[in-house]
């Protein structure tokens, strides 16, 4: 099975900072890779499709990149609505994994 | 508008079983691979199982694999799974996804305990 090693766990910062997540997968996936946000209570919401790709109604602050092994997810200036759990997930092979989660909170 | 709908989730004891169903509506449903993926309480996600379009390839977690049964009614949009052997740990709410996850249900909660 890939194992999907996503960092860091939690994360503090402050409206319009610029913040990056990271995704390591245990072997490469090409770019089978999206992005999800998930809020307390709510269903995860994908924010980035085949690793760059951007969701149909997200906005163009969030920004993904990667290819093979290693892939990040930024947010280029932080947003009150942005403070969430956000989740990579590896649609590869099966069975499909997720990364740990990164739940990023106001500084 | 894409749709899913989960329904089924609810209280079982230890070693019972439960059947979950997904009603997909707002697109071909047919033409779509669809998931299972559920997050106990306070965790992570955690993808559970999957079928092709056409149901004839399925996929499973290890921590399910023998107990749990992914099956889809294309005639009826919806996507069923059936859980046996219930345990503690599977304690969770439950998802319908569409996909590699571009559209999720509301989710159903599955509670084992005694």
């Known amino acids: 099975d890939i194992q999907m090693t996503q960092s860091p766990s939690s994360l503090s910062a402050s409206v319009g900072d610029r913040v990056t997540i990271t995704c390591r997968a245990s072997q490469g996936i090409r770019n089978d890779l999206g992005w999800y946000q998930q809020k307390p209570g709510k269903a995860p919401k994908r924010l980035m499709y085949a690793a760059s790709s951007l969701q149909s109604g997200v906005p163009s602050r969030f920004s993904g990149s990667g290819s093979g092994t290693e892939f990040t997810l930024t947010i280029s200036s932080l947003q009150p609505e942005d403070f969430a759990t956000y989740y990579c997930?590896?649609?590869?092979?099966?069975?499909?994994?997720f990364g740990q989660g990164t739940k990023l909170e106001i500084k | 508008e894409v749709q899913l709908v989960e329904s089924g989730g609810g209280l079982v004891q230890p070693g019972g079983s439960l059947r979950l169903s997904c009603e997909a509506s707002?697109?071909?449903?047919?033409?779509?691979?669809m998931s299972w993926v559920r997050q106990a309480p306070g965790k992570g996600l955690e993808w559970v199982s999957g079928i092709s379009g056409s149901g004839g390839r399925t996929n499973y977690a290890d921590s399910v694999k023998g107990r749990f049964t992914i099956s889809r009614d294309n005639s009826k949009n919806t996507l069923y799974m059936q859980m046996n052997s219930l345990r503690a740990e599977d304690t969770a709410v439950y998802y319908c996804?569409?996909?590699?996850?571009?559209?999720w249900g509301q989710g159903t909660l599955v509670s084992v305990s005694s």
């Open positions: 707002g697109f071909t449903f047919s033409g779509y691979d």
């Open positions: 996804v569409r996909g590699w996850g571009s559209d």
């Open positions: 997930l590896q649609y590869n092979s099966y069975p499909y994994t």
